[in-house]
Structure formats: C-alpha cells, structure tokens
C-alpha cells in the first residue's frame, strides 16, 4: 500500500512539473504584465469580499434599528441604500482599475 501511494505521489509532482520542462532556458515564462495583472486580481478579490462582509454588517444593523424603532425605518431605508450605494462602487472601482491596468 506505501508503494502505490509513493508511486502516485511521484507521478503527480512529475505532471505537476511538467510545465517548467516546457519553457525555453533563459526565461522565467511570466511576462510583467501577467505579474501585475494576477496582483490587481488578488486585490479585487480582496476588496470584494470585504465590501461583501461590510454590506452584510449594514444590512444586519439596519434590520436591527428598523426591529428597534419601527417609526425610523424611512430614514434607516435610506441611509442603507446610500452606504450599500458607497460600498458597491468601491467594488466597481476596484474592477475598473484591474481591466484598465
């Protein structure tokens, strides 16, 4: 049984490398410009989900102050709506400055 799994596992890192004996000597095989795009992605990503984990914490505030005074729920409507307004064009931006760069 430790012989087979040794043996898929020696597979696996020689498809997993297979790749890297692929590429010309001399060249690292990842153009500047992919570099700076996969980093615009990561903060993409990293500005999604925290303007997902700040819209969650708004809405749940907003249906707590709206349980608690159910006479503000205009004012509280409106406000959420401006500051989920806010927090999605941050998002937005985001993803302009990733296509753009």
Partial sequence: M????????????LL????????TPGTSGIAPGEIKFLGGMIGLGIAGGLC??????????????????????????????????FIETLTIYALAIVLKG
């Fill in 2 to 13: 430790v012989n087979k799994k040794t043996l898929l596992l020696a597979a696996l890192f």
């Fill in 16 to 23: 997993i490398a297979c790749p890297m004996f692929g590429q």
């Fill in 52 to 85: 997902g984990i700040g819209q969650g914490k708004a809405v749940a505030g907003a249906a707590e102050a709206i349980a608690r005074n159910p006479g503000a729920a205009g004012g509280i409507r409106f406000a959420l709506i401006l500051g989920l307004v």
